[in-house]
């Protein structure tokens, strides 16, 4: 190289890396808001067109924060990546109060919480990002995955069930790709001797919410734990776009409308997963949503609880946004006939389909769920009816007579001394005493370290693959 040119060279380098530090000082804006926190924003110049890093970093006595999360320029995107972000900083800094209060604490611990994420890209309008959670206990640290992916030309997120055909089984088809593709690793007989794969790999929204569209397929994560406990990393799987055939409707960088439906969903799967260690409980609500229902979900949100709803259609035409809230924290919406007016085993078959597809229309109007469960009226059900219905029948095991004891701490006191791992409890959301009761039940069976599950969580949590026409009481009867 002559020495000009090498002149030149180094005066690139230097220059480039004075742009970039320039970049940097002037565009992070530093804002301290009022919890104390450090919001640096720098849009950091790199190959990732377009896109820039927030970052939140914060210490406190007893905790450390550093999240970073993307920006896209897309006003409504980054709303949306910002509140993401800080869901996750608001649950992280209560559970640390909360913690800090309680008698386990030692004033030396030190709590931390991290967010990161990668970005894979399909096209300069779409694109997704990989985001990797860590909580930090003291010693015990746990991990989540999950991920985000938007359309930025139109500012919309784009949810799996976007991506295929109406009313195709594309769970279904992922399960089977998944697995196939699964059997190619080296490793495969070792994860199959573990035996986790078949709950793992369910056709439900919850096992296939971690995914991204890469320029020719379709990555799935599954984390660490959830195949295999021996292998420690993300297992990642690449489904072809053209395995997926004519029910995938991304062709040509071209998406399908967005379906304001779909936006539930996503805050919906944002919730941490049931840990399969400790014991765990579904707290189901019949007859609802009522005027009731929106401090019911005040107090599961309160504490991170989650339940199942099976409503009726129309009480879930009325209360639209109830229902929306309560899919968004991360509730499931079962089915519980149309207007409550007999046992679906004493029907003619014209009533009892209007009864369930009315049902389904008014939830399917609020959110788009793979298979609606269904709770008969009166928990009247046989195996024709339920053969009929082809979905998931779920009954309870511990009736908690909400109707007739309409008392708070009765009906507290009676799910609290039959509480076991894998009960399903049935109660009513339009009762007030219910729904007060409902912190007392909450208290004392978190500190027996029970989780607030929903159903479908609970079942598939237990190895139990919900099955179209069985009948479901609990995790450990099933008929
Ligand atoms: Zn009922």
Redesign the pocket.
Known sequence: MSRKKKNIMSFFCVGFIAVIIATIIINSVFVKNEGGIQLAIGKHSSALIGLSMASVIDYGDHYQIACHYPQTGHKKVDEDLRLLAQEEIDSFISLVKAHEQSERFTQDEKWLLGLDFTVVRHSEDIVSFVFEYSLTKDKEESTRLFSGSYDLKTETPIVLGRLFANDYDYLGLLAYLTKNSLSQREDYEQIKEEGLINNTLTAINDNYSCFALAKKHLCLYFPVGTLSTKIMQTIEVEIPFSALGDCFLLKNGQLPPFNEADLLYISANRHPKADPDKPMIALTF??GPSIYTPKLLDYLEEYDARATFFVLGNRAEIYQETLARAVQAGCQIGN?GYN?IGEFTQMDDTTLEAQVNNTNCAIEAVVNQSRIYIRP??GSINQEVADKLGVPIILWDIDTKDWKNNDTKIIANQVIKCAHDGAIILM?DCYFNTVEAIPLIIKALKEQEYQFVTVEEMLVTRGIEPAGGKIYYSTRVIK
């Open positions: 019949d007859d519980h409550h009226p009166y009513h």
